[in-house]
């Protein structure tokens, strides 16, 4: 079982990326995914969530309008596409999956997720 995001790098502001978020072992539309990001210095935190119920979306506030989560059945695969990236999005981006449906007061945190991958770096400078 494993989860192996990609599609990191190094953006000017205002710039676009977008993050994959691929499994193997696991059908992926049977759990909730959602990215976390942790920036130098800083806490881990939930930036996007598409829950194993109804696809149900969840964002942090910071990044709504901005980001965009989806799910692709038939790739097995979680995007989150980023817009409009500005300097103080610039973190380690991680995937997680966990098999509850996730709500508006549980999807950010971390304790209930059981499956990881191992981040890709996302840098946003001028």
């Known amino acids: 079982v494993q989860l192996v995001e990609s599609g990191g790098g190094l953006v000017q502001p205002g710039g676009s990326l977008k993050l994959s978020c691929a499994a193997s072992?696991?059908?992926?539309?049977?759990?909730?995914i959602t990215w976390f990001r942790q920036a130098p210095g800083k806490e881990r935190e939930g930036v996007s969530c598409?829950?194993?119920?109804?696809?149900?979306?969840y964002y942090l506030d910071s990044v709504k309008g901005r980001f965009t989560i989806s799910r692709d059945y038939a790739k097995n695969t979680v995007y989150l596409q980023m817009n409009s990236l500005k300097p103080e999005d610039t973190a380690v981006y991680s995937c997680?999956?966990?098999?509850?449906?996730?709500?508006?007061?549980?999807?950010?945190?971390?304790?209930?997720?059981?499956?990881w991958g191992q981040g890709t770096q996302v840098t946003v400078s001028s």
């Open positions: 598409i829950s194993s119920e109804q696809d149900r979306i």
């Open positions: 072992g696991l059908e992926l539309g049977k759990y909730s």
């Open positions: 997680a999956a966990s098999a509850l449906p996730m709500y508006s007061v549980s999807w950010y945190r971390e304790v209930v997720y059981t499956i």
